[in-house]
Nanobody
Framework: QVQLVESGGGLVQPGGSLRLSCVAS????????VRWHRQAPGKQRELVAV???????NYADSVKGRFTISRDNAKNTVYLQMNGLKPEDTAVYFC?????????WGQGTQVTVSS
């Protein structure tokens, strides 16, 4: 059974940092590209960052220079380091592991940026 579990969310002040983790089980993790998405209340889910099987990364313009995605295949884990957080980063963050037509989602972790 495939499972993705996100963690690391929480409440942080503007300008602060958080590191999200996504731990996968039930898949050969190194075969998957992994994406972080987020969904704010009343808004559509948006793609935040992607890391490919060969560690190529891509970011939404809104987070470039502030967020860094990385992976540790030995630990079946993808990270999202978030620095310089802004109130508009408040959302539920989801990880998504994709390989061809196989797409797996985690349950999400809440990130709230507020003073």
């Amino acid at each position: 059974q495939v499972q993705l579990v996100e963690s690391g969310g929480g409440l942080v002040q503007p300008g602060g940092s958080l590191r999200l983790s996504c731990v996968a089980s039930g898949i050969i993790f190194s075969n998957y590209a992994v994406r972080w998405h987020r969904q704010a209340p009343g808004k559509q889910r948006e793609l935040v960052a992607v890391i490919g099987r060969s560690d190529i990364t891509n970011y939404a313009d809104s987070v470039k220079g502030r967020f860094t995605i990385s992976r540790d295949n030995a630990k079946n884990t993808v990270y999202l380091q978030m620095n310089g957080l802004k109130p508009e980063d408040t959302a539920v963050y989801f990880c998504n592991a994709v390989s061809g037509r196989d797409s797996n989602w985690g349950q999400g972790t809440q990130v709230t940026v507020s003073s």
